[in-house]
T-cell receptor, first 115, second 113 residues
Framework: NAGVMQNPRHLVRRRGQEARLRCSPMKGHSHVYWYRQLPEEGLKFMVYLQKENIIDESGMPKERFSAEFPKEGPSILRIQQVVRGDSAAYFC?????????????FGDGTRLSIL | QKEVEQNSGPLSVPEGAIASLNCTYSDRGSQSFFWYRQYSGKSPELIMSIYSNGDKEDGRFTAQLNKASQYVSLLIRDSQPSDSATYLCAVPAFSGGYNKLIFGAGTRLAVHP
């Protein structure tokens, strides 16, 4: 499967725990975008990363949320001390280049549920 | 902050009809436009991209772009029940920069037999 791979597909956490969401971009893609979709709402940009660099994290809450895209391995979106309001679908998308004309291809997402 | 507006619907059309989905955007400088289809509980799937004024056709789908009026539309010919989904319009936040997408809220399409 050469598509964007996200895991886990479903993640259940209790309030106060940590959630780690992983994303492997399509082969040949070095640009990764994370989006969040709250129930019954649209997709909202969170963060844009290239290998080893965070380029734009303007959509990511400043506390409890962090992202990385190491030289080796998948991109990780980390949520510390989760709260009920973090329950959402988190989607990762990738593109081969950075231009605004580059279509993004999405992974299947991680559905995060907070108990 | 750029805005992308879509009618949330639902848009109900009979099988075989043409479904017309519309999207308006706030930034006159926008150059690239994308349509995604999202089935309930699934991920967005890219179905069309358009960059120039006019029409772009791909199978049963036609994207129409009018930069002067700042709208982009998606036509689905011979609509099928399997086309029932939410259609998302997306525009890059920056022109000429990286592709941070601003999404509309989506239009829910229901095709009934």
């Amino acid at each position: 499967n050469a598509g964007v791979m996200q895991n886990p597909r479903h993640l259940v956490r209790r309030r106060g725990q940590e959630a780690r969401l992983r994303c492997s971009p399509m082969k040949g893609h070095s640009h990764v975008y994370w989006y969040r979709q709250l129930p019954e709402e649209g997709l909202k940009f969170m963060v844009y990363l290239q290998k080893e660099n965070i380029i734009d994290e303007s959509g990511m809450p400043k506390e409890r949320f962090s992202a990385e895209f190491p030289k080796e391995g998948p991109s990780i979106l980390r949520i510390q001390q989760v709260v009920r309001g973090d329950s959402a679908a988190y989607f990762c998308a990738s593109s081969p280049r950075a231009g605004d004309n580059q279509p993004q291809h999405f992974g299947d997402g991680t559905r995060l549920s907070i108990l | 902050q750029k805005e992308v507006e879509q009618n949330s619907g639902p848009l109900s059309v009979p099988e075989g009809a043409i479904a017309s989905l519309n999207c308006t955007y706030s930034d006159r400088g926008s150059q690239s436009f994308f349509w995604y289809r999202q089935y309930s509980g699934k991920s967005p799937e890219l179905i069309m991209s358009i960059y120039s004024n006019g029409d772009k056709e791909d199978g049963r789908f036609t994207a129409q772009l009018n930069k002067a009026s700042q709208y982009v539309s998606l036509l689905i010919r011979d609509s099928q029940p399997s086309d029932s989904a939410t259609y998302l319009c997306a525009v890059p936040a920056f022109s000429g920069g990286y592709n941070k997408l601003i999404f509309g809220a989506g239009t829910r399409l229901a095709v009934h037999p």
